[in-house]
């Protein structure tokens, strides 16, 4: 069903507590304006507020582009402190997207670039068609990333490659991103919906409140030291044995049946 009232996306709830939102300018190769920005943040909450959300996919409309960047034709006129503004705005939407309490996978299909690739990179993880373009060429329009890329990407394949990426500007192919560890799995473009539904399917018959407190875990232990990170887990584990999902989870194991898991 489509449930969309955004200028700026499209977003569904499916079957199964999947949500998909779809970046959907394609005239400019759904370049992120800041509309997009907006839509975002108030899709966002829905998602958050939805006890029946379980994964949320996000792609870009069509065939030829996840999201080619933030709209350069809105660049043009602006200020540094606008600048600076828009910049915190897409910061606060990707660190929402971020810590949302379910799994965030994004399907790249096709151009991922600049501020697109930051959106990619603020998702739990990627999964991209055979023929996406991956780059952060921020650097030919003399500026730098602006939405999380110079630390996401960082963190993620290392600060060499992010590196290579940011100051040469350079397309990165498929193949490479994901020897990189960019991209989890590459797929043919018609896969890409087929399989990241059966990954939703998979996740759904797990339990909710563990898969939010794993994610909480690895999301806020990033930017935290070894032992720091480990005593989040540490007390997310002990939760898990104040719920009814845990009772339920070793319950089903031991009586070799299904868990039916309630998120509590
Ligand atoms: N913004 C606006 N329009 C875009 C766009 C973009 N990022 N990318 C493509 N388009 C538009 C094109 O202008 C064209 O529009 P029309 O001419 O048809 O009206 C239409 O989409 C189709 O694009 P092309 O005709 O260029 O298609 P091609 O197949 O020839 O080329 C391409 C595809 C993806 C290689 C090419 O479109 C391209 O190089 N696009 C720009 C990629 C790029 O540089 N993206 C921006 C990266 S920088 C900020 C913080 C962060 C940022 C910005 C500000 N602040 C804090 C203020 C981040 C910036 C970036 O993302």
């Given at each position: ?53 379980r ?14 960047g933030a ?18 705005t897409?910061l ?12 965030v ?33 921020e ?5 730098t990333?602006g ?99 845990q ?13 039916v898991?309630?998120?509590?």
């Open positions: 069903m489509n449930n969309s009232a955004y200028q700026t996306l499209g977003f569904e709830s499916l079957d199964g507590g999947v949500c998909l939102l779809t970046i959907n300018r394609p005239a400019s190769l759904n370049a992120l304006n800041s509309a997009t920005f907006t839509d975002l943040a108030h899709a966002l909450e829905r998602v958050a507020g939805d006890d029946e959300a994964v949320l996919l996000i792609t870009g409309a069509g065939e030829k582009a996840f999201v080619a709209d350069i034709s809105e660049m043009q006129a602006m200020t540094a402190v606008e600048a600076m503004a828009l910049s915190q897409a606060r939407v990707f660190r929402q997207l971020e810590l949302l309490p379910i799994p996978i994004a399907l790249v299909n096709g151009y991922c670039l600049g501020g697109g690739c930051e959106l990619a990179l603020a998702c739990d993880w990627i999964i991209a068609s055979e023929s996406a373009v991956f780059g952060q060429p650097v030919n329009l003399g500026i990333p939405f999380g890329g110079t630390q996401r990407l960082s963190r993620l394949i290392g600060p060499a490659r992010a590196m290579e990426m940011i100051v040469s500007g350079r397309q990165v192919k498929a193949d490479e991103a994901l020897a990189w560890g960019l991209v989890n799995h590459l797929y043919p473009q018609e896969r890409l919906m087929p399989e990241a539904l059966a990954m939703a399917d998979l996740i759904r018959q797990k339990g909710p409140l563990a898969i939010a407190l794993s994610k909480q875990a690895i999301v806020r232990g990033q930017g935290l030291d070894l032992d720091s990170a480990c005593q989040i887990e540490s007390q997310s584990f002990g939760l898990c044995f104040s719920s009814d999902d009772e339920e989870g070793v319950a089903a194991f031991l009586e070799k049946r299904k868990p898991f309630k998120g509590v």
